[in-house]
């Protein structure tokens, strides 16, 4: 399995940016589909986005699309989410996942998980 690590999170201002990233090693980075997921205090964990091996191919949430972008470096081993117009509901911590296969919606199907990073959008 792929080791995972993020980093980025922080607070912000409604209507701010922030970017978030993940760091993978232990195994090739390149042939790993990767999904960012969100788990806010009192609620389930949800999907954020998702990027296949090539970053030709990418998911969102509907809560999501149009403000925040997921892409990859696999030269850096690295994925990020770029996120903009932040508003209070996106406050959580975000967590980045990997699976051998296309990317998923469903976190179950993610192999290998990092232990998150707190991104708080607060005035």
């Known amino acids: 399995q792929v080791q995972l690590v993020e980093s980025g999170g922080g607070l912000v201002q409604p209507g701010g940016s922030l970017r978030v990233s993940c760091a993978a090693s232990?195994?090739?980075?390149?042939?790993?589909?990767m999904g960012w997921f969100r788990q806010a205090p009192g609620k389930e964990r949800e999907f954020v986005a998702a990027?296949?091996?090539?970053?030709?191919?990418?998911l969102y949430s509907d809560s999501v699309k149009g403000r925040f972008t997921i892409s990859r470096d696999n030269a850096k081993n690295t994925v990020y989410l770029q996120m903009n117009s932040l508003k209070p509901e996106d406050t959580a911590v975000y967590y980045c996942?990997?699976?051998?296969?296309?990317?998923?919606?469903?976190?179950?199907?993610?192999?290998?998980w990092g232990q998150g990073t707190q991104v708080t959008v607060s005035s």
């Open positions: 996942a990997a699976r051998r296969l296309r990317a998923s919606t469903f976190g179950d199907e993610y192999e290998s």
């Open positions: 232990g195994r090739a980075f390149s042939p790993y589909s």
């Open positions: 990027i296949n091996w090539s970053g030709e191919s990418t």
